[in-house]
């Protein structure tokens, strides 16, 4: 009992940092920042400390925007496993928009991850194993866990979708010759990291033009192949999925601005 006792007391104690510090940052990220030079797009936020600039509250993300002389990065952390299945359903678009005008039709567009609808990524988060503080097995089964994710991340996700970029087509493979980069990845926790990494030149960024728009949204999703039953009182009697189906989802984004560090 006591032993349940304390593992309940590390969630909890766990739980309120994660709010607190929710709290405490801004909505949008308020300062400019140049990227470490070790900074690797690999789905971890070592090089950040695991600090972020921002959590925004429409998104219920995490997120950091930084740059160096070659590339503007992005990197976001959600360990919500509502947030992460809203991710997979309908990916995260991020966009730039170097005229400082929200509805400017030149807007250049990332979307990633991207998963074919045959074959989706899906978490069964109940099923995490629990991590006992000081039991090495406990962390291994974690860590374990957490791999099979990250392999089915891998296998699963091997495209980027592209808007506005000339001379790019509208998808790319995630192994590509333009630079630019994605990573995912799940830690043992199952908070999940996403890093995007493109170049300052490709987004026709540069000093003369160092303040922009940018756009982070979590897509819409239609819902298709669902039909939902209800008796005549109105309660629900059933849901029923067809081959393919999806549930639906509403867009949630947020717009602010950046002026890259020198």
Do not use: C
């Amino acid at each position: 009992m006591k032993k349940r006792e304390t593992i309940l007391s590390t969630l909890v104690q766990i739980f309120l940092t994660y709010n607190l510090i929710a709290q405490k940052l801004p909505t949008v990220q308020q300062n400019s920042l140049h990227a470490p030079n070790s900074i690797k797009i690999d789905g971890k936020a070592t090089e950040w400390g695991n600090v972020f600039q921002a959590y925004n509250h429409a998104t219920d993300l995490y997120y950091t925007l930084s740059n160096d002389d070659n590339n503007l990065y992005l990197i976001v952390r959600s360990a919500d496993p509502e947030i992460i299945r809203r991710i997979f359903n309908g990916s995260i678009a991020f966009s730039v928009n170097k005229n400082q005008k929200k509805d400017d039709m030149g807007t250049i567009s990332i979307t990633y991850p991207i998963f074919e609808k045959n074959n989706r990524m899906s978490v069964n988060f109940k099923a995490k194993p629990e991590i006992i503080p000081g039991d090495e097995k406990s962390i291994m089964k974690a860590d374990s866990f957490a791999n099979v994710m990250n392999q089915r991340l891998e296998n699963k996700s091997k495209t980027i979708g592209i808007k506005g970029i000339n001379g790019l087509d509208t998808v790319i493979s995630v192994y590509n010759e333009h630079n630019i980069k994605v990573a995912q990845l799940f830690d043992n926790k199952l908070n999940y990291t996403y890093e995007l990494a493109v170049p300052l030149t490709t987004l026709g960024l540069s000093a003369a033009s160092a303040k922009f728009f940018y756009h982070i949204m979590i897509n819409e999703v239609i819902e298709h192949g669902v039909t939902i039953t209800k008796d005549e009182s109105g309660k629900l009697t059933g849901v029923l999925f067809k081959g393919g189906a999806q549930l639906g989802q509403p867009a949630t984004d947020f717009w602010a601005e950046y002026t890259l560090a020198k």
